[in-house]
């Protein structure tokens, strides 16, 4: 039972589930990363907090509903 609460706590949980793209950015090969959560570039996720949202976090981290 450890549902993130707060925009923080879902990065933090987020972690090293960054975008696969990142270390290309980092390094200025691409201006535009996929998204970590729906791995589109650009991104496609739903709005922020929204049960859509939530489901995709979860579905991210291989979790079962
Ligand atoms: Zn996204």
Redesign the pocket.
Known sequence: MSQPKTAKELLDQLGAKWSPDFDAYAAGETSSPR??????SP???PEFGTPEYLA?LDKRHGRRP
Do not use: G, I, S
Request: glycine share 0%; hydrophobic share 30%; net charge positive.
């Open positions: 998204c970590v959560l729906c791995t589109k991104c496609t996720c995709l």
